[in-house]
């Protein structure tokens, strides 16, 4: 369970200080897949960052299975991230000059997964996103869907229990990106990995069990799919006077 | 991340911009050849001094003055000392400076000493003049006592092994006479040599001419007030080597112990400064050290020398030689970190996006910086294995050249590379270069992944 409670991010001093982030709460399930949706600048990624200890806002509580992860130290946060958290990114950021195997087993080295143990388990995520016959090519050789896909390896090999996704197809074309999306899904109804995903795009959005709705730093609403359909408005007054 | 993975991925990345890394350890390299090539000059001057005094001076062998300004040289020296009955101008050879010279009762007290043997005192004689067989000209030159404690080199004729003299009818003359007389080395040995002592006439006292005069008469009292002459003669047994790389060169002409002691008699016995030596050569005997010796010696009042000092004074000079070598390959060095400095500035720069992406994915920030410290060890590494395998290359292909041009003799290389002093070496840049990536490996880990993944 992710609890993300009175969160708070300015972005610059006095005259410059921008909100990007203003009392942010909610609640999201273990195994759930969430959508947090809202235009380009509205705070989407600086939500995500928050959540996962990359960023350290100035007030509130993340709270990750009963831990504050704000509170923690840089050390615990790294171990965090290393051990149970992983991202997909727009942009792929997979190593062109490097094998896929070697993106891959990346997470597993900053996990200090002895050598012996990856083989296997990059061997299985590289199966999962059909790219084992890729196995020794360089990166910059792939499409950008298999870009893609070889960050989902990247992600999912060391079996994460949040998987972020920073619109992660937003570079792809429509087919591509079903592709993409069929796989962060498939994988987290299979392993029961809360997925959180940033987007634009209302129909991705629909996939899933929940959806934040940003604006100007602020939850705008919050839909809950798997329940009725029900729109619940953030009342102004639970908000904190700015 | 396990050391072992890092280590991996600095070396992987440094595949990757292979000119680049290439380049920056070419600039160690240079260094690195220079130090390598100092080193190896070091060692082998020393081995080569080493294996001359080894096989030319007995290690027991001792040089005792009365005097230790004579080893001090002219630095301590005020130009002012205080008179005293025993001191001589010294000759040319211990400059122009007032010596203490060692009376026979100093030569009697070293003798005496249960830690010394083979004591001599070193007879300098000043000859009126010689001459060579078949040379018509008259030459003038220094006579001395020939130390068997020391082996010259020859380039003709031999020498006895340490310890024995030469023969009574022997001479041992220095290469350079063969310039003046005109004669080659080969020619002198076996050459006849005859000196021609004259001794001033003495100033005797009263009694002793009325002594003289009552025994000898008016004959005998001439034959005391005017100069006498001495004439003998000596065959050149072997032409000793004048080259620079000579541990011992001679300036005077060498006849055995005796010989000298006669002349000296000659010619000092009944002056003022008869019996008075400059210094005196000797052997610690085979159970002490000759360092106690010395160290007791300078208790009792006297200067030594061990075989070893002199292959300290030989090492001093390689010493400052191999400094300025070295001097020229830190210079080399200390430029090349600033290569290093740069190339890991821009190789942070342009792995932004990597190093984000593998913070977020949860490397430590000490992580990162080794990553970086890493690489930079690699490049120091590989620098100094190419600068340090081509002065090896280089130096064993050109050793007999330089050996030749030194005139060393066979099998004594100037060169001498050794394991373990390179290997220390390719650590220590490889240390000078994680120093040198310091600063660009604090960018590293300190940078905000946030930033480096920002997409615009
Ligand atoms: N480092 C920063 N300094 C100042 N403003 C920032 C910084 N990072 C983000 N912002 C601002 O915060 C707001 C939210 O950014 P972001 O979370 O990236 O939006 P998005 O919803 O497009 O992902 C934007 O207006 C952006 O300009
Ligand atoms: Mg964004």
């Avoid at chain 2, 022997?170 to 040599?193: N, Q, Y």
């Avoid at chain 2, 009292?221 to 003998?232: A, M, N, R």
């Avoid at chain 2, 390719?426 to 993944?453: Q, S, W």
Wanted: include cysteine; aromatic fraction near 6%; glycine fraction near 8%.
């Amino acid at each position: 369970m992710i609890e993300v409670r009175h969160v708070k991010k300015t972005y610059g001093k006095k005259q410059n200080k921008f909100v990007a982030l203003d009392d942010v709460n909610f609640t999201i399930p273990d195994g759930a897949s969430v959508a947090i949706l809202g235009k380009s600048g509205s705070g989407k990624s600086t939500l995500m960052h928050a959540m996962s200890g990359l960023d350290r806002p100035e007030e509130g509580e993340v709270v990750i299975d009963g831990e504050n992860i704000l509170k923690l130290k840089a050390k615990a946060v790294d171990k965090f991230r290393a051990t149970k958290m992983s991202f997909i990114f727009q942009s792929f950021f997979v190593q062109a000059n490097e094998t896929c195997y070697d993106n891959v087993s990346l997470p597993l080295e900053i996990a200090r997964v002895p050598k012996r143990e990856r083989r296997a388990k990059v061997q299985k995520a590289l199966d999962a996103v059909e790219l084992s016959d890729k196995i020794k090519s360089k990166a910059r050789n792939l499409s950008g869907g298999q870009k893609q896909r070889l960050a989902i390896a990247r992600a999912i090999v060391n079996e994460p229990t949040i998987l972020f996704a920073d619109e992660p197809t937003g570079n792809l074309d429509s087919t591509t990106g079903e592709v993409i999306e069929n796989l962060l899904f498939d994988y987290n109804k299979k392993n029961g990995t809360t997925l959180i995903i940033v987007t634009h795009d209302p129909d991705l959005a629909k996939k899933c069990d929940m959806q934040l709705f940003i604006k100007d730093g602020k939850i705008a609403s919050q839909v809950n799919e798997q329940k009725k359909p029900k729109v619940t408005k953030i009342p102004v007054s639970s908000r904190r006077a700015q | 991340m396990r050391r072992r993975d890092i280590v991996r991925r600095a070396g992987r990345s440094l595949r990757q911009a292979k000119a680049r890394t290439l380049l920056t350890s070419l600039a160690i390299a240079v260094g690195a050849f220079t130090l390598t090539i100092s080193i190896a000059a070091g060692e082998g001057s020393r081995q080569y001094a080493d294996k001359l005094i080894g096989s030319n001076i007995n290690p027991q062998a001792l040089f005792i003055v009365k005097d230790k300004s004579v080893f001090e040289g002219s630095q301590t020296s005020t130009g002012v000392t205080e008179y005293d009955e025993d001191t001589i101008t010294g000759h040319a050879a211990m400059g122009q400076q007032n010596v203490k010279q060692l009376t026979q009762a100093d030569i009697d007290t070293l003798t005496k000493r249960s830690d010394l043997e083979a004591v001599q005192p070193i007879y300098n004689i000043s000859m009126k003049y010689f001459q060579v067989q078949g040379v018509d000209k008259k030459y003038v030159a220094e006579l001395s006592t020939y130390n068997d404690g020391v082996r010259s080199d020859t380039v003709a004729g031999s020498l006895p092994p340490l310890e024995k003299q030469i023969n009574d009818t022997e001479v041992v003359v220095p290469e350079s006479f063969g310039k003046t007389l005109g004669m080659s080395a080969a020619d002198m040995v076996g050459k006849k040599i005859t000196i021609v002592l004259e001794r001033a006439a003495s100033a005797p006292t009263n009694q002793q001419i009325q002594e003289i005069l009552m025994t000898e008469g008016t004959a005998g009292l001439s034959k005391l007030t005017t100069g006498e002459t001495k004439t003998v003669t000596y065959t050149i047994s072997a032409v000793t080597k004048q080259a620079s790389t000579s541990l011992t060169a001679q300036t005077e002409m060498l006849v055995a112990n005796s010989q000298a002691k006669q002349l000296y008699d000659f010619m000092k016995s009944g002056t003022n400064t008869y019996q008075q030596y400059t210094g005196v050569t000797a052997r610690a005997k085979s159970d002490f050290k000759p360092e106690d010796v010395k160290a007791s010696l300078e208790k009792a009042g006297f200067g030594a020398r061990t075989a070893k000092d002199l292959q300290n004074l030989l090492f001093t000079i390689v010493n400052i030689l191999q400094g300025i070598v070295t001097g020229f390959g830190v210079l080399a060095l200390f430029a090349s970190v600033f290569g290093i400095i740069n190339t890991q500035y821009i190789s942070v720069l342009e792995r932004t996006q990597q190093i984000g992406l593998m913070k977020a994915l949860g490397m430590r920030s000490k992580d990162v910086a080794k990553l970086f410290r890493y690489e930079a060890a690699w490049i120091g590494f590989l620098g100094g294995a190419i600068g340090a395998g081509i002065a090896w290359g280089l130096g064993t292909w050109l050793n007999p050249w330089i050996m030749e041009q030194l005139s060393l003799g066979d099998g004594n290389y100037l060169l001498i590379f050794q394991p373990i002093p390179i290997a220390l070496l390719i650590v220590a840049l490889m240390i000078v270069a994680v120093v040198a990536g310091y600063f660009p490996a604090r960018k590293a880990a300190k940078l905000d992944p946030i930033e480096a993944l920002r997409t615009e």
